[in-house]
């Protein structure tokens, strides 16, 4: 079944100039990037997007952390994409994250772990909604 997903590229993974070998793997598993932009979250959009987890312990140092520098946001669209782009990205704690996978590669802690993705399709829906416009999905 064709689906959409959200990834994020995070400020770790900016900063160690990765993005293109990111987007590489996205593409090499018929992820297809259909929006795409780079942008700075203020403090304030951050805590906007994660909202779900304001009551959690680690949320100020999250939206602290996504906060810190460019990331860059992207819409994948492909067959069973949130399944597969969360397989590809690898555990939440790069340590445990299967070889070859995102995380694996280009994390370094729970925080710093280089991506973020979608976790259903709900969520999808909220999370592109959150950087993107319908007329910005439309694929020509």
């Given at each position: 079944m064709s689906e959409r997903t959200l990834a994020i590229i995070k400020p770790d993974a900016v900063k160690k100039k990765v993005i293109g070998d990111i987007i590489a793997r996205y593409?090499?598993?018929n992820l297809k990037p259909i929006a795409m932009r780079m942008l700075s979250l203020s403090k304030a959009a951050a805590e906007g997007f994660y909202a779900v987890h304001r009551h959690r312990p680690f949320f100020d140092s999250l939206t602290t952390f996504m906060s810190s520098g460019p990331?860059?946001?992207?819409?994948?669209?492909?067959?069973?994409?949130?399944?597969?782009?969360r397989e590809l990205m690898g555990a939440t704690d790069p340590a445990k994250a299967d070889q070859g996978t995102i995380r694996a590669l280009h994390g370094t802690s729970i925080e710093y772990n280089a991506v973020?993705?979608?976790?259903s399709p709900d969520t999808a829906r909220f999370e592109i909604g959150y950087f993107f416009s319908e007329m910005e999905l439309a694929v020509r």
């Open positions: 593409e090499a598993v990331v860059v946001v992207l819409v994948l669209a492909g067959d069973d994409a949130i399944k597969r782009h973020h993705g979608s976790d």
